[in-house]
């Protein structure tokens, strides 16, 4: 493989095709300085006629340089165009030409009973159409016509080639003697400067051997009923000698090309109708094959015919039993020419539906082949400048379908940006199909993409946009994407957008829609920071005077559920700390749950105890014994103990904090002390006897202790133990130490003197004094005890 060709492009080394018909070796190709950009390999290598005699090797070679050099002399749209003249060297000859995928007979070999008759005839068209070229305009005789002459493109047109036995100068009733003389038969595995026996006419293998156009019109024929019938095979194994029409039997093709085979097919030349007759038949007039060919010829049309096709279009797809609707046609032949049309700005409404609808079809389309054929004529459309809103829509709605197919690098390149850019459009309706489709995509797009380039330009949206609807929008496609940011975002981007927003704009729109999102935020950040962030949002969204009664009422049972679910929670770890406690108490001490501050006030192990395993013995209970405040007098005209006043007066004891409480208003018995309160009164005798009509005092109320222990109660630490002595009148009055208080000096009182007075709260609180009828004189002697001017006997 030296040749010139071989080492001006990037060739395969392995041939996809050869055969004995074709004589050439077909490799596929690339230039080096453009990979993309595929083209065709012919390489005959000459010790491959070593073999054969001179005149026969010579015969074989003449053919090859004929043609290549008629290609490159014919250009035509269905014949196959050169794209680097023959170049022969020594021991090689070589050509290029534009892409191929390989030829009718390698087709036949490998799906000769797949192929759609659609498929078929678009096939056969292409083929008549170039071989009218041929004898139209080139007035020239291609007398080689067979399923090894035409070749298929990557778009699926046939084109017609193997020009190397053809005869030029030509014209239709004008038979020339035939320069093959058909003698040596067909031998499997040899080369042969002659054309197929089996695909030539009956008057090219007579003798002696005419051929002239008419003879293609044979040949076509025979290639038609091989495509066409049922059995999909060659109406001849070997030469036409002695053929007859009647050997094509009707049930085997179609109704209506049956008429036109036996035309074809007629062992006189004369009656055979010509290829443009062949075109213009019954045969050819399908609306799906005239829509092919419409499409092909698309660029040649006027604005209105485009139009008008492309409209009429998806009716023809829409029809899964259509024809045309074929993977194999709707692939090769209908796709690529609708991606051609995108050459024409005006056509990218109508063109791109008809390509999404196709790229949704099954075997239509994969990701080699549509980032190989597809993309690149698709791939400037999301940069174009002037492009319908319709086509961005589509776009959008079609977003993930376009990123299973596309490379991911293409995906960053392309299709991000083209996103971010409708995500800064103003438009309604652009808006909304991009922010539904910007939950399905974060898959397909980098988290942190998604969180620095998507998410602030919908929160700019949000608190820049001056538009309701474009707010509504964005609030709602966040509600369908906030689940895949972290807490942390949430938090310190969103809601703190929200927060910016609601200053501004408080419309029951944007109201229901905040409502909505806080609503769905909570379930994912959780009751702390619901408590914490959301509910301090949603407060003051129900004061907002522009809202309905419905609408406050909704916004009302959305934050009463939110505090429900703050609830439940606490309480759910309240009831699982206490499970645990009980667990945990359980299992160290081997018995029932022991409540936390029974354990906190437990006396700890001694020594031997942590040691040896054994229980701490419990504490034997100390009673309470009552503490008697006053001694019982020893003189007439006094209660008992401390239960009555020094005078004799019944007491009153009021669960009032002393600052506002009167010691003179009832005379009525106190109320029990609650639990934890310390009554002073307690175990005192009752009064022997009412005080006289003429005394109002009582030995007054000692209030402030309330929820003290009375064990751990001095309420006279204050006082001294010795005796007081007061001015005269009150000479004799005493405080003497009662051994019965426990440590506590109790105050004695002598009978028949004046009031004691009121003894306040200990420690600091004010305290009343006492006063007679005689000499205003103060009693003295409680130290820490501030004593007031107030006079018990006031209303005598």
Partial sequence: MGNQILTKFEVTKEAFYYGTDLKWRLHAASFKDKPEEKLTIFLFEKKAVDKYPKTVKESILDGLRKDASSLQRLRHPGVLSVVEALTEERSTLAFATKSIVGTVSQLLENNRHELSLLEMKCGLLDAAEALQFLHQDAKTAHLSLSPSSIFIDPQGKWLLGGLGNSISGLQWGGLVDCPFAFCGGEQPGTLSHEPSPRYSSPEMCNLPGKCGLESDMFSLGLLTYELMSTERQPLLRGAPRGFMASQVRQSSVPHELYPVLTKLLSPTPAERMTVAAFIASDFFM??????????????????????????????????????????????????????????????YGYVVPNIITLLKKDKVTDCSHFQAKVW???????????????????????????????SSDQTQEVLLPFVLRCLELQEPIILNEVLEKVPLLHKKFEYRQVKDQILPRMLTLLVGSSIVKVKVQVLMGLSRIFEIFDKSTITDMILVTFEKMTKSDRSPAICMCLLGCYDAMSKHLGPKLTSEKILPLIMPLLVEESLSAEQFDTQLQVCKKLMSRVEAARRKDYETKSALQADVGEALGKGPAVDATAMANAEPLDFESLLMGAKPQPKAAVPQVPVPL?????????????????????????????????PFASSTPSPAFGSGSFDPFAGSAPAAAAAPSGYMGGMGSMSGMSGMPAQNMDPFASMTSQTATAPSPLQGLSFQTNPGMGGVPPMGAAPQMGNMGVMGGMGGYPTAGVTSTGPSNQVQGMKGFQTQGIDPFAGL
């Fill in 376 to 406: 690149p004529t698709m791939k400037p459309l999301f940069s174009a400048k002037e492009i319908p809103i319709e086509v961005v829509t589509l776009f959008l709605k079609e977003l993930e379908l376009l990123v299973t197919f596309t």
């Fill in 630 to 662: 006053l001694a019982a007098p020893t003189g007439g005209g006094g209660g008992g103990g401390g239960g009555g006043d020094l005078l004799g007066g019944p007491v009153s004891a009021p669960g009032v904090a002393m600052g506002g409480f009167d």
């Fill in 286 to 347: 399908d609306v799906n094959v005239r829509a092919i060919r419409f499409l092909e010829q698309l660029n040649e049309k006027d604005e209105a015919q485009r139009v008008t096709f492309l409209r009429g279009l998806p009716k023809l797809l829409a029809d899964p039993n259509s024809a045309i609707c074929a993977h194999r046609i709707l692939r090769e032949r209908v796709l690529p020419r609708l991606c051609a049309a995108t050459m024409f700005p005006s056509l």
